[in-house]
């Protein structure tokens, strides 16, 4: 069983910057692929960003892509969100997610098997 703990949300203003992490309870990084996913209220949960470890691949969502950027720090097991140029289109609550690992870096919900509760982003204009 992986658990999966997310921080660094909050209010920001447009164009702010927010990290958030997501530490995971063992060695799950190295192992699985990691990813975020962000839902705003009334919306499908959507995939944000993944990244499978063993190959350094990363994968974005178009609406961030250049803004966004996913790493992880595999000694301390921690996934990372490095957020730029925040618009209030991207406020929403960010999970993250682990999943078994595949040829494809997944960007459905059903590719993940676990996932953490969440930590809410607000962006202000």
């Known amino acids: 069983q992986v658990q999966l703990t997310e921080s660094g949300g909050g209010l920001v203003q447009a164009g702010s910057s927010l990290r958030l992490s997501c530490a995971a309870s063992r060695r799950t990084l190295s192992d699985y692929h990691m990813a975020w996913f962000r839902q705003a209220p009334g919306k499908e949960r959507e995939f944000v960003a993944a990244i499978a470890w063993s190959t350094a691949n990363t994968y974005y969502a178009d609406s961030v892509k250049g803004r966004f950027t996913i790493s992880g720090d595999n000694a301390r097991d921690t996934l990372y969100l490095q957020m730029t140029s925040l618009t209030p289109e991207d406020t929403a609550s960010y999970y993250c997610?682990?999943?078994?690992?595949?040829?494809?870096?997944?960007?459905?919900?059903?590719?993940?098997?676990?996932w953490g509760q969440g930590t809410q982003v607000t962006v202000s204009p």
């Open positions: 997610a682990a999943g078994l690992p595949t040829s494809l870096l997944g960007t459905t919900p059903s590719s993940y098997h676990y």
